[in-house]
């Protein structure tokens, strides 16, 4: 079965004046259309630089290994028209900064029909009924259309945001921290939207956060990554409530659940910080700051085996198998 | 409660444009005590910034006052500088708070250098001074990140130099704005336990702002919950955030993500404008007990929509500005 997006082996290397930097090194993921897939990961992991292949996005400094393909499409051998075609068509991007990405001086409905004109001129007559139409499917007046972003508040632009990846009907939506600046009542609100429309549209969604919370609670599948690798995949629930790498666990307690005794007065973090990509530590690069590491951890790099059934763990502490009774 | 070492009584802080006024800050009563972490928890618009900004003398009430150890916030330019250094602020983007030219070093000396740190020290130098405040937010050993500049280090030490940067001038008060929002998830837990170290050490005074009640369960004593000027509800963490009384801070824990077990109350709408603030209880508009019946039911619909709640009175245990949690006063 072919999915709609399928990420095989990949890896992501910058070349800068100062080295290689492989920002990903081997990353398999796959989204369905209807799903919804969350890649979690602190800052520097490489989750952007996997997102920003998908619509070979990235900058010109990067090569590229492996394959990316949308809709069995290869996106890093496309041609320009293909290109074209699949961005926005295929696939669209909400990046996180809303008030960065919109233009001030535009009103916010002459900026969604931008992309609808481009891919189909004829659209000329239509396109105003169809972009009242995308702002109501995201929850806003088809009036709005007059509004500029700073007449918005942030959970609107970032609405609008979500309109605009709607306009050329893609099945594919890639969105990258797309709730991390808002409040969290105008956050729950973006994400019914969002999973509203996983389901009304059958859209396939990948959400990028490194709030394993938010991911849990809006995804079917989540996928963990560190250093450039997945370390554990899984459903979310179960990859946020049953963690199973020392990583996730560690990312799961970071947000408490209120009322749970044992995280009062006692915040849980990890010590050190994330690894410089240049700087690889040896073996399982989480070692430095697992809090379970053993001796022969700094020696062999962990093969990712299966746990269970669509559980797959990179740790030596996780059996192949350990999730059957 | 022996005496509050931060008292704010009847506070108004109103800003004016073009004719139009708007209350940020529109009738405030908090009592802070001394060793106490307290977490102020609003959404954007609410007011909470404006309410620490005002406790740091950097905007003037319109009305009502704070007083610091007993006495008023001063007004002078010289006693204001004294006051600063007890009460310090720490902001939620550490790099934006720091110099990007400056050394770790030159940044936390800046402070020492102003209020005469060394003067004030019994015989240590500079450079101990720095030294000193490095270590206790955990930089250690400090020596290694003197001449750091701000690019070479990581979120989570950007902002322990920041903290530092506050601690090298032993103040009695934190005010901390989002202190951990702009962090990834593996660091915000050491930043938060800095915190709680740096009460149980130096018995700091610590007022974290925050929209975010997962942090406010894992470090504050107390909680008061801002929704557009005013306190809404008022009272220990663990009251507050496992049996709340207001509808407003039932619907804010409710869509906590990590609250699956809840159903989510999503509030339609945003806290509107503070030019604007509605009549009657000011929450009446997205309240959800108002739209589910339970007000209508409880007799108060009316009320609800008319009479404006009186200020929360926060000298009490436990409080809530809601004629549902207090239908006797209706």
Partial sequence: MSGLLEIENLEVIYRTAGGEIPAVRGVDL??????????????????????????RLQPSNATIRGSVRVGGKDVQTLGWSGLRALRWGEAAMVFQGALHSLNPVQRVGDQIAEPILLHDPSAQGTVKSRIGELLEQVGLPAARARAYPHQLSGGQRQRVMIAMALACRPELIVADEPTTALDVMVQAQVLDVLSGLVGELSLGLLMISHDLSVLGATCTRVAVMYAGRIVEEGPATDVFEHPLHPYTGALSAAFPRVGDRSARYAPSGLPGDPPDPQELPSGCTFHPRCPVAREDCADHDPPVRLAGPGRPVACVLVEEGALQP | MTDPLLRIRDLAVEFSARGVVARAVDGVDLDIGAREIVALVGESGSGKTTLARTLLGLERPTAGGIEFDGSPLPTTVRRLRAYRRRVQLVLQDPTGSLNPRQTVYESVAEGIRIHRMVAKSDGATEIDLVARSL??????????????????????????????????????????????????????????????????????????????????????????????????????????????QHPYTQALLSVVPEMHHIEPIVLTGETPDPTRIPGGCRFHPRCPALLDGRAEAAGIADVCG?????VLDTARGAAAACWLANPSSS
């Fill in chain 1, 30 to 55: 796959t989204v369905d259309s209807g799903e919804s897939v969350g890649l979690a990961g602190e800052s520097g992991c490489g989750k952007t630089s996997v997102a920003s292949t998908i619509l």
């Fill in chain 2, 135 to 244: 270590t206790r937010s955990g930089l250690r050993p400090p020596e290694n990140f003197f001449l750091r500049y701000p690019h070479e280090l990581s979120g989570g030490q950007r902002q322990r130099v920041v903290i530092a940067g506050a601690m090298a001038l032993e103040p009695e008060v934190l005010i901390a704005d989002e202190p951990v929002s702009s962090l990834d998830a593996s660091i915000r837990g050491e930043i938060l336990a800095l915190l709680l170290r740096l009460r149980d050490e130096f018995g700091l005074t610590v007022l974290v702002v925050t929209h975010d009640l997962g942090l406010a369960w894992n470090i504050a004593d107390r909680i008061a919950v801002m929704y557009l000027g005013r306190l809404v509800e008022h009272g220990p963490a663990e009251r507050v955030l496992s049996d709340p």
């Fill in chain 2, 306 to 310: 008319t009479k404006p709640m009186p």
